[in-house]
């Protein structure tokens, strides 16, 4: 069965969401328990968990999305307090301003929180979801970085490509089985993130705020596209013919990359 029989699913009732100690996670988890669910709030910053968990009637986890043994103790809980997960966000995500000399460490601390936490997710999860007769959905944040590139930061752009490659891949190989994966990719979002990431004065992310969303707006375009099953969900829909440029016209669409560089560069 292909996601697209699915059909309208009902609005999930039992909800996973990490790093949602603030930014879309916590919108997300705000909408969620605002629409009903019962909703387990996972990030590294425990007292940021907590609060956001109490906000809402929901159930703190706290925990390193980038530890496996973390992710399954997060799965484990949520499972046992919520009797099985309908949706699960893999939000948790890091960025850095950084190039080819950021140091290894840097380069595995954003690897480990940007990819492989969707994987960790996943190998918890999977055997428990796969071929139940009933669809189950993972929801993962990448960002229109995954689609597109972010100057400045080599370790995001490069980390997001990857989460995207990872979710396009658990897509095309378990949606017969009942997995339905969509990929979250928003431009630019008023998060602390948003400004962590002009850090190294590429002028990328000042560009990005401009047209900004409110993560409760985010949180608003993920409930409805939780409606259906389409892959891709974009908060900002120029990102659609952004990313359609870049197909049909890579040079062109790069140059232009390299245009705002160079403007970034001589500011």
Not at 221 to 243: K, M
Request: with cysteine; proline share 4%; glycine share 12%.
């Amino acid at each position: 069965m292909s996601p697209s029989e699915f059909g309208v699913t009902a609005p999930p009732k039992r909800v996973v969401v990490t790093g949602a100690g603030g930014g879309i996670g916590a919108a997300l988890a705000r909408r969620f328990a605002a629409d009903g669910a019962r909703v387990v709030v996972n990030d590294l910053n425990a007292e940021a968990a907590h609060a956001v968990a109490g906000e809402i009637g929901g159930i703190a986890v706290p925990g390193d999305a980038a530890r496996e043994e973390d992710v399954q103790r997060l799965i484990d809980t949520a499972w046992t307090e919520l009797g099985g997960i309908d949706l699960f966000c893999s939000n948790a995500g890091v960025l850095s301003a950084g190039d080819e000399t950021t140091p290894d460490e840097q380069w595995q601390r954003d690897f480990g929180v940007n990819v492989m936490s969707h994987v960790y997710v996943t190998r918890a999860l999977l055997p428990r979801w796969l071929d139940t007769g009933e669809p189950k959905r993972l929801l993962l944040t990448v960002s229109a970085a995954g689609l597109l590139t972010l100057l400045g930061s080599a370790t995001y752009s490069v980390t997001k490509h990857a989460a995207l490659a990872y979710a396009e891949w658990l897509r095309a190989t378990y949606a017969h089985r009942g997995l339905i994966v969509q990929a979250l990719c928003p431009q630019g979002v008023r998060t602390d993130m948003l400004t962590r990431g002009d850090e190294g004065g590429s002028g990328a992310a000042s560009l990005l705020a401009e047209g900004a969303l409110d993560p409760s707006a985010v949180a608003d375009v993920v409930a409805g596209a939780l409606a259906g099953t389409g892959f891709l969900i974009l908060p900002h829909p120029e990102v659609e013919g952004y990313y359609r440029l870049r197909a049909d016209d890579p040079d062109r669409w790069l140059g232009g990359m390299n245009k705002l560089q160079r403007g970034f560069e001589t500011k």
